[in-house]
């Protein structure tokens, strides 16, 4: 249930620098910005025996039934409408079963596309948990297809659905190394149908943003695609990396104001990339609800 694993090793070093108390550590401008950590609710043992074998077990009934007929369908249905719809209907079960609502702001920000629109957006969505592919799912009112790491296809269930479904699996880092998946996202864009990216390339392992992908905003400018940001809130406190203890708990789910790329070219990349994580960071500053 992971999701390109970066190697911008510059900013990881400066990262661990910071938390192991070098001094002189530069510390990055975006990571000045995070609000202060809410403490986090005590999760004892009875949350960790629920977890364990009530709530983890029945997530993976719901994944192996619903992925089995998923796969039947794709001999049906390769454009991946069918197997959005049941990705849809596993997710609600998911977020049912978990107990953990979710509260959406920016919520006029989310369109969805007419058919045969060329006005699709690029999603960009923080990633700190497994769980973050079932929120999008329920909360985002629109079909849309996600740009997955190759790692994923190895995978039974998972891997089998993401490519039998429509869903991109392109290398962020070196996206002209995956020419025929980027020619079928930019028609999947330019037809009218969204797509889903992870900038950061993986699931964040210390709950801090990690520094974006150089290849993450690739399509969006080929495609002159405008780019919606999205924060999803608490969902590295919910369930992070290496651990199967769900804990129950509020969530949100943030969008920003869309982020224009028209006129813009390959060598603004490194420009949008900035101003998409600085509206990110705007997001995550905002005070959590009570």
């Not at 609710?41 to 009875?46: D, E, F, K, R, S």
């Not at 390769?78 to 997710?91: C, D, E, K, T």
């Not at 039998?164 to 998946?181: D, F, K, L």
């Amino acid at each position: 249930m992971n999701k390109t694993a970066t190697t911008v090793e510059p900013e990881k070093e400066l990262l661990e620098s910071r938390s192991a108390g070098e001094p002189g550590a530069a510390v990055p401008a975006w990571s000045e910005q995070r609000p202060q950590v809410r403490p986090v609710p005590h999760h004892g043992w009875l949350s960790r025996l629920r977890s364990y074998f009530f709530l983890a077990p029945l997530i993976w009934l719901y994944t192996i039934v619903l992925g089995t007929i998923s796969l039947f369908c794709s001999l049906f249905d390769r454009g991946g409408r069918i197997q959005h719809n049941l990705a849809a209907f596993w997710s609600r079960l998911i977020m049912t079963t978990i107990l953990s609502p979710v509260k959406i702001t920016g919520i006029n920000h989310l369109s969805t596309p007419a058919p045969g629109s060329s006005r699709a957006c690029v999603y960009a969505v923080t990633h700190a948990s497994a769980l973050d592919i079932p929120i999008l799912y329920v909360y985002l009112p629109f079909q849309f297809r996600i740009i997955f790491k190759s790692e994923l296809l190895s995978y039974p269930f998972v891997g089998w659905h993401l490519k039998r479904s429509g869903q991109v699996c392109i290398n962020q880092q070196n996206p002209t190394a995956s020419i025929g998946a980027v020619k079928s996202a930019l028609r999947s864009l330019r037809n009218g149908m969204p797509l889903v990216i992870f900038p950061e390339g993986g699931r964040t392992r210390d709950g801090l943003l990690q520094p974006f992908l150089p290849g993450a905003f690739f399509l969006a400018i080929k495609a002159q695609a405008d780019i919606v940001p999205i924060a999803l809130v608490g969902t590295f406190d919910l369930l992070p990396m290496n651990t199967y203890h769900i804990k129950c708990q509020p969530l949100e789910m943030r969008v920003g104001d869309p982020i224009s790329t028209q006129g813009l070219t390959l060598q603004d990349t490194d420009k949008v990339s900035t101003q998409v994580k600085a509206a990110i960071d705007n997001l995550y500053s905002l005070p959590r609800s009570t």
